[in-house]
């Protein structure tokens, strides 16, 4: 089974420039995870949901790149169901011309 969690919105500090660090700032994050679902044991996307903004909200990252790894973690650990997890975080206010993120795949075997 595929669970996608697309373009949750978080305001949440993440950056390492003075002004970042000052206030929060949108991010948006996408998650797909594939998982082993089985009668009466499922995944819960709400609490997926939660667990990102939650996470993102209280750790105050420097980069993206430590937050989606850090992310990455407290997914696979909080969640034994999931297989392979993708996910995207996206800073979409802070090029005027663009929207800047970055990504990655893991597989629970690699974890």
């Known amino acids: 089974m595929r669970i996608e969690i697309r373009s949750l919105q978080i305001d949440a500090v993440i950056g390492i420039l003075p002004e970042e660090r000052e206030a929060p700032q949108r991010i948006v994050a996408d998650l797909w995870a594939e998982y082993r679902y089985e009668a009466g044991d499922y995944l819960d996307y709400a609490a997926v949901a939660e667990t990102i903004r939650h996470h993102l909200v209280k750790e105050k990252f420097g980069l993206l790149e430590e937050a989606l790894l850090s992310l990455k973690e407290r ?3 909080e ?4 297989e392979r997890l993708e996910l995207r975080l996206e800073k979409p206010e802070i090029l005027e011309h663009c929207r800047v993120a970055v ?3 893991w597989s629970r ?3």
């Open 75 to 77: 997914i696979f650990d």
């Open 79 to 82: 969640y034994p169901l999931i």
């Open 103 to 105: 990504s990655e795949r």
């Open 109 to 111: 075997i690699d974890f």
